[in-house]
Structures are given as C-alpha cells and as structure tokens.
C-alpha cells in the first residue's frame, strides 16, 4: 500500500450512488434491454465495492465506475457466447418497451409523440454504429473529456478522437435527411425576408 487515504465500501458506495443515471443509460444502450442494463449496473455497483480499496479518492470515480460497467458488460457478453444454453424458458422479449420509459413526460401527449418518434431515430442511428463506436459517443455525451474516455475505454487519446469523428459522421449521415423528410406535427412556416 503506498500510504494514500483510500475508501472504505460505505463511503464509495454513497459517492457512487450519483452516477446511477449516467451508469443506466450507458448500460441501456449497450445491453439494449432495460433488464439487462439494471442487471449490468447491479454488477457493477458490486464489483466497484469489492474494490473499494483500489480506488483513490480525488481521482475520476465517474470515469472509474464507467470502466467497471464497461469491463463487466465485455466480460458478460463473452460469457454468453461461450454458454449455449442462453436463452432458456425465462427469457424476457428484449422487444416489449419497459413500462417505466418516458414517465416523466405523461402530462404531455404531444411532447411524449415528438420525443418518441424523435428519439426512436436517434436511437436507431445510434444502434446501428459499432459497440466501440456508439461507448464513445455516449461517453462524450455524458461528458468526459476525451483522455477520460481513453482511460475508460482503455486505449489511445488519438483512437478516441477518430471514433468519435467517424462516429459522428455516420451519425450526421444517418440522420442528415431526418428533418427534410419527417414532420413529427404541424408546423408554422418561418417568416421570411422582405426582398430588397
């Protein structure tokens, strides 16, 4: 041990509780099923207490809990590749919409119908980038600066730069024509200039 003050689980535990969103939303989009991402993020809140002591306070938890997420979801997914009995008689249909998704817009139905049909394409053009690629933009959306994201993702600065630019320019591709040939609802026309 090199002397510096380290975390006990308790006090881990209660700093790691406010990146339970951020850690959600990762674990959604990379496990594309809301019962596997709370699985996901359960396991990683357990394996980051266990190691409790192998975090040094001041340093970067949200980037450190990330990494965990990351790690165990990798660690998971060749897990199940290798077992061939995934897939039993409990198997929940990754293809039923979680009850609880967009609750906090109930009072409003015509934003609840721009941010589904919105948000469907995003998410589409979002999922059909590769796992590395749509980890580092939802990285970067959540706010780490790139030499976090490298850290979490466990690779070069200059790797994460090119990711992310080719990422977003799939994404710009994608979604490019988004506004052009979808209209969610009736829209008023933008003034225009009188002509001089």
């Known amino acids: 041990m090199t002397g510096e003050p380290r975390w006990q689980a308790a006090e881990l535990g209660r700093e790691a509780l406010a990146y339970a969103d951020t850690l959600h939303n990762l674990a959604r989009y990379l496990t594309r099923n809301a019962t596997d991402a709370e699985d996901l993020v359960q396991e990683t809140y357990t394996r980051a207490l266990r190691a ?3 975090f040094t306070p001041g340093t970067n938890l ?10 165990t979801f990798i660690s998971l997914y060749r897990r199940q590749r290798r077992d061939p009995t ?3 008689l409990d198997t929940v249909n990754p293809s039923q919409h ?3 998704d967009g609750g ?3 009072g409003d139905l015509e934003l609840e119908h721009l941010r589904t049909v919105v948000g469907e394409e995003i998410e589409r053009a979002l999922m059909s980038l590769s796992e590395e690629a749509r980890t580092v ?3 970067d959306l959540e706010g780490l600066s790139e030499h976090e994201v490298a850290n979490v993702m466990g690779c070069p600065v200059g790797t994460v730069k090119s990711r992310l630019s080719r990422a977003r ?3 710009r591709h994608q979604l490019a024509d988004y506004g052009k040939t979808r209209t969610p609802g ?3 026309p933008c003034p225009t200039k009188p002509s001089s």
């Open 137 to 139: 933009v939802l990285l």
């Open 52 to 54: 409790a002591a192998q």
């Open 86 to 88: 995934v897939g039993g």
């Open 98 to 100: 979680d009850a609880t």
């Open 104 to 106: 906090w817009l109930r």
């Open 62 to 71: 949200k980037a450190w809990l990330i990494r965990i997420l990351r790690n």
């Open 169 to 171: 320019m799939a994404l």
């Open 186 to 188: 009736p829209t008023t």
